[in-house]
């Protein structure tokens, strides 16, 4: 099974999805704006990912900056009790396979994470082809 820790309102996420469902893997997705994090979750994710909370936080269009938390003195704590306050604060997509977990931008990062990719032609939302008419990655 592969879990996607979802934000609907993100195209990098929902790219991730259509990927993922053209894939026809098993899938089970998270809106982690509606259910949250936790703790021993997070830490669990960056870990396999390789990521740091610092790594793992999302500036762009969050509350990350007014909330102080862009500051060097910031620990990995207060980041991660940050993020489990406001979700919005991890950045997306993060995918859970068999293969690995990872921070899927770009979005066809998730390939990877693959067994088996979709059929092709596959593209993102803006038009940029991910996988041509036979199915190879374009790079």
């Known amino acids: 099974m592969i879990v996607l820790h979802h934000n609907p309102d993100c195209g990098t ?23 949250g994090w936790t703790r021993p979750q997070l830490l669990a994710l960056f870990a396999a990912a390789g990521l740091t909370p610092r790594a793992a936080l999302r500036i762009r269009r969050s509350p990350a900056e007014a909330l ?20 919005i604060l991890v950045n997306r997509p993060l995918v859970a396979s068999p293969r690995g977990v990872r921070l899927c931008r770009p979005s066809e990062t998730v390939l990877d994470l693959l067994d088996q990719l979709p059929a092709g032609p596959l593209h993102k939302e803006d038009g940029q082809m991910i996988l041509n008419a036979n199915g190879e990655r374009v790079d």
Do not use: F, K, W
Not at 14 to 32: K, M, P, Q, W
């Open 68 to 87: 102080g938390l862009l500051a060097a003195d910031i620990t990995d704590d207060q980041l991660l009790d940050a993020m489990i306050a406001h979700p």
């Open 13 to 35: 996420s929902r790219n991730v999805l259509a990927i993922l469902r053209a894939s026809g893997a098993d899938l089970r997705v998270i809106d982690y704006l509606t259910e």
